[in-house]
């Protein structure tokens, strides 16, 4: 049942191409355009909407604080990303003209029910992005598109993350093309990009030995850092929260221009830092400040692992180890930066002993609030 891997999550590591793959069948038509149709709430609606709230947990959350660039850049609709868990007790400013989109691998997750009915209560359309079919959350949703990434076993989510990064995508270009709003070429060469970016994730896999061998090399460490901006933050979140809940060590995600606000002063002899670097083309700014980070943070003593872009040769002379992805586009590099951060997690827990798929205290389905 686990295909020749020792673990669940090993399994749904590598099935990422295809799950990816499969998010994507039959919702671009030959022309680039995007057919969603299971999202039946009217293009009327979907073009009064002057505001996008996102309520998710967990990964799940991480998924939709990317979601937020995308749609924001891409629709010039405002969206706002917050905890489920957190959501209904502030008293959330919702109304007809909000569309809510909750997040959730089970649909089962009462943290993120609770919010969904509470903002179908003051009049949103909900709109979930879910992986189980048929389960709580699209069922009280008004409507649903559902990630296609198969049963996820592995208590630690992987390949539902990353579908719920295309579904959110092809949500945000979705809206994009119905409101009218940037449908150009910066779109399709978007879509374009998505048809391949499992070829582009398989890539990565291929490549991930050195990963391993870094990670073991770091099973008695007591902390690790991760840094990142634009959308590279929360793929930092997600990298510590995934080391949190496999390795069962001390491990933060910070946006990098933060650093100098607090953070640096955690930098010590040795302290191993993931810094995820963002695409040197385009977006130089951020990259230069990264990098400056980078070198800010290694002459404390920081222990450098550094995950690039292929080409992007800046980074050379200050990354201690070096994890190369292929280039995207800005927006979508969470969907290939975030996989070597799921090896790097999975292969700390082994190299400490845990239990990969079902690590302590923690449950695959939150069905309680
Ligand atoms: C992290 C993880 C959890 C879930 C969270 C939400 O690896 O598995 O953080 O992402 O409990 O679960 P769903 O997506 O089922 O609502």
Not at 53 to 64: K, M
Not at 248 to 256: D, L, N, P, R
Request: net charge negative; charged share 25%; aromatic share 6%.
């Amino acid at each position: 049942e686990k295909g020749g891997y020792d673990y669940f999550m090993l399994k749904e590591i590598a099935e990422q191409p295809k799950a990816v793959a499969d998010t994507l069948l039959g919702r671009i038509d030959g022309s680039g355009r995007l057919t969603l149709d299971e999202v039946r709430i009217p293009d009327a609606v979907l073009r009064a909407a002057d505001k996008v709230v996102i309520i998710a947990c967990g990964t799940a959350f991480h998924a939709g604080l990317i979601a937020k660039y995308a749609i924001e850049h891409w629709t010039r609709i405002p969206c706002e990303v917050e905890l489920a868990s957190e959501f209904r007790y502030r008293d959330p400013i919702l109304g007809q003209k909000t569309l809510v989109i909750a997040i959730s691998q089970s649909g089962e997750t009462m943290d993120t029910l609770m919010a969904l009915r509470h903002a179908r209560e003051q009049g949103a359309k909900v709109l979930a992005v879910c992986n189980t079919n048929g389960s709580t959350i699209p069922r009280e949703s008004d409507a649903v598109l559902y990630t296609h990434a198969g049963p996820e076993v592995a208590v630690a989510s992987t390949k539902a993350f990353l579908t719920q990064l295309v579904a959110c995508y092809l949500l945000a270009l979705y809206l994009g093309q119905v409101r009218g709003t940037k449908w150009g070429d910066e779109i399709h060469a978007v879509v374009r990009e998505l048809a391949r970016i499992g070829d582009e994730v398989e890539r990565v896999l291929e490549t991930m030995e050195p990963v391993r061998a870094l990670a073991r090399s770091l099973a008695h460490k007591d902390t690790v850092l991760f840094l990142g901006r634009h959308v590279g933050y929360p793929v930092a979140l997600e990298g510590a929260l995934k080391l949190k809940e496999l390795a069962y060590m001390h491990a933060e995600g910070f946006a990098a221009g933060e650093l100098k606000h607090g953070p640096i002063a955690l930098i010590e002899e040795d302290l191993p830092v993931v810094v995820v670097v963002p695409s040197p083309k385009g977006r130089s700014v951020l990259h230069d400040k990264i990098v400056s980070n980078i070198q800010e943070i290694r002459a404390r003593g920081a222990r450098t692992i550094v995950i690039a872009e292929e080409g992007d040769e800046a980074v050379v002379p200050y990354a201690d180890h070096l994890i190369r992805i292929p280039a995207t586009p800005t927006l979508l590099q969470p969907l290939v930066s975030t996989v070597p951060l799921q090896v790097f997690a999975c292969e700390l827990a082994t190299a400490r002993g845990n239990e990969v798929d079902q690590p302590r205290n923690l449950a695959k389905s939150v069905t309680v609030e």
